[in-house]
């Protein structure tokens, strides 16, 4: 079957600018994670989804939105770009609190 | 919040040598996970260990859920050079996996 699927694999915004990542999980799985992995700061939670509803949120700020769709897919926001926003994100889906799948992730430069 | 602390940061092992990798978490956790993430991939599930006190064992990896449900350990024997790569644990509790920092290991052949 077919794997999590991330898009656009790579992105460069400028400052200020907002971006909209895409995050297609393994049919069938309907909970939906996102991450934000960085050199300095390793795996970061940022939010779960699980049918349109988040479960559970991280510590980032506001500026830092997702949602979930009927079909599962999940789509993450980032409003108003800092330099510190350069990272990979990274989605995982999972049928529930077991093991999760993780994407290919998007690489956001931010200059 | 929940916190995952993982030891060592790097790890240099010369093949064929022993290693193991520490996890602690200042809550005790649902269940704990491991993963493995090879250099530009992303995270690969590894295992799952629920039960207090648990063992399981994957060829040369052997992992361990401590007494308490709040520290787990990876241990890999005869390290080889398909070992390279980074070792998360990841604890879960309320739909969150809370990773560690990750254990970066690099093998001298």
């Known amino acids: 079957k077919a794997g999590v699927t991330q898009t656009p694999r790579y992105l460069i915004k400028t400052r200020g600018q907002q971006v909209t990542l895409s995050c297609s999980p393994i049919?069938?799985?309907?909970?939906v994670s996102w991450y934000q992995q960085t050199p300095g700061q390793g795996l970061q939670f940022l939010f779960e989804?699980?049918?349109?509803?988040?479960?559970n949120k991280g510590n980032f700020p506001g500026r830092f939105s997702g949602r979930q769709f009927s079909n599962s897919r999940s789509e993450m926001n980032v409003s108003t770009l800092e330099l510190g926003d350069s990272a990979l994100y990274l989605c995982?889906?999972?049928?529930?609190?077991?093991?999760?799948?993780f994407g290919q992730g998007t690489r956001l430069t931010v200059v | 919040g929940q916190q995952v602390m993982q030891i060592p940061q790097y790890q240099h092992v010369q093949e064929g040598e022993d290693f193991t990798t520490y996890c602690n978490s200042s809550?005790?956790?649902?269940?704990i996970q491991w993963y493995k993430q090879r250099p530009g991939g992303h995270p690969v599930f590894l295992i799952q260990?629920?039960?207090?006190?648990e063992v399981k064992k994957q060829k040369r990896l052997t992992f361990q859920f401590g007494e308490a449900k709040k520290n787990s350990s990876l241990h890999i024997t005869a390290t080889q050079t398909t070992d390279v790569g980074t070792y998360f644990c990841?604890?879960?509790?309320?739909?969150?996996?809370?990773f560690g920092a990750g254990t970066t290991v690099t093998v001298r052949a």
């Open positions: 990841a604890g879960s509790n309320d739909y969150k996996l809370s």
């Open positions: 989804y699980f049918s349109e509803t988040q479960r």
């Open positions: 809550t005790t956790l649902s269940n």
């Open positions: 260990l629920v039960k207090s006190g």
């Open positions: 049919s069938g799985h309907r909970s």
């Open positions: 995982a889906s999972s049928l529930g609190r077991g093991e999760a799948f």
